[in-house]
């Protein structure tokens, strides 16, 4: 059974600041998602990661994947409080098609002034 | 549309009662998910179709849940007589198709809750 584990769960930090988002699955796969959620929100899709080293960053997120340690990074950088939320990693269980998505428990971040 | 609808937004229901919540995709979407999402937990998949055909359905808990989805659009989760532990929200969610890295866009939920 595949397992995904984020950590921290809760993170809470200074505006200004960058901190690390750390996801780590169980089995091989070459596709990480990363999505947010504000609160009584729906699930928005920020990264899709397809290969070992990919990296992509937008604004002050930045998601990276290594395969081999089967650990996805979502890295943040200067944090601003409007990135306050839910941030949640999904991995692809099966080969060929991305239907079913095994999430991480998601890391609420808390951006404080 | 330009999202992913579901309704109702909310549904109160009493133990054994049998509950149909909707989902209408985005125009175009080939596939559909359903997922659960417990309160402090990330969505767990429940099923999926590709146009009207239910490709799987191997995380629907038990046979009480049944989903479908006639012309390959809109799709209905049926859960017959309610139990407590079905409270949760439960999310649609569509994609262009199941292709590689393609992105899922999920609707707002519908949070049922089972007294």
């Known amino acids: 059974e595949l397992k995904v584990e984020q950590n921290p769960l809760f993170l809470s930090m200074q505006e200004g600041k960058n901190y690390t988002i750390y996801c780590n699955y169980s089995t091989t796969s070459d596709r990480l998602y990363w999505y947010r959620q504000d609160p009584g929100k729906s699930l928005e899709s920020l990264f899709v990661l397809l290969s070992n080293g990919a990296v992509k960053q937008e604004g002050r997120l930045m998601a990276s994947l290594d395969t081999k340690a089967r650990l996805s990074t979502l890295h943040i950088t200067a944090a601003v409080h409007d990135l306050s939320a839910t941030y949640f990693c999904?991995?692809?269980?099966?080969?060929?098609?991305?239907?079913?998505?095994?999430f991480g428990k998601g890391t609420l971040l808390t951006v404080n002034p | 549309g330009a999202g992913v609808s579901q309704s109702p937004r909310y549904k109160v229901t009493k133990r054994g009662q049998d509950v149909a919540l909707r989902c209408d995709p985005i125009s175009g979407h080939v596939s559909l998910y359903w997922y659960r999402q417990a309160l402090g937990q990330g969505p767990e998949f429940l099923t999926y179709f590709n146009y009207e055909a239910q490709q799987d359905k191997s995380g629907l808990p038990n046979d009480r849940f049944s989903a479908e989805r006639p012309e390959g659009s809109i799709s209905t989760l049926t859960i017959q007589r309610t139990e407590q532990r079905d409270s949760a929200m439960y999310r649609c969610?569509?994609?262009?198709?199941?292709?590689?890295?393609?992105?899922?866009?999920f609707g707002s939920g519908t949070q049922l809750s089972v007294l």
């Open positions: 999904a991995v692809d269980s099966r080969g060929g098609s991305n239907y079913k998505l095994t």
């Open positions: 969610a569509s994609s262009r198709t199941t292709g590689r890295g393609e992105k899922l866009f």
